[in-house]
């Protein structure tokens, strides 16, 4: 390996283990629970694809998600997962965003692709003095 390509791999890594929306995609974590009872995991966070500015997607799936569950209880899961799990994990140095996506899923699903077999709701969020609000769309 030369001394550029050792160098090179050395400053991803460094990049990787510091950066915590990677260090969280990267992470096994245990499942959240939410207000209404269901448990979720992190499928994925996303951050280079357009946007209205700098847009997180945080993709989350809980098997037990119906699309049944009310709106008061959909809406409280949705800001626990931005409040509760997304906002710690934006990084504290450089942009902010100007919005976060959360989503919420029955199962996993590429980005972008429809899907008529997945059942999933998502909400944008602002952020104002540290705290998401809701967008609804």
Do not use: W
Request: hydrophobic share 40%.
């Amino acid at each position: 390996m030369t001394c550029r390509a050792a160098y090179l791999r050395a400053l991803l890594a460094a990049c990787l283990l510091s950066d915590p929306v990677s260090s969280a995609m990267a992470a096994e974590e245990a499942p959240i629970a939410l207000p209404s009872g269901l448990e979720a995991h992190l499928q994925e966070t996303i951050s280079d694809q357009p946007g209205s500015g700098l847009v997180y997607r945080f993709r989350f799936v809980a098997p037990a998600f119906t699309g049944q569950e009310d709106f008061e209880a959909q809406t409280a899961d949705l800001e626990h997962l931005c409040n509760d799990y997304a906002l710690p994990r934006i990084p504290k140095l450089g942009p902010k965003p100007d919005r976060i996506v959360i989503s919420l899923a029955d199962q996993s699903s590429e980005f972008g692709r429809f899907d008529p077999d997945v059942m999933q709701i998502f909400e944008t969020f602002s952020l104002q003095s540290g705290t998401c609000i809701l967008e609804l769309f």
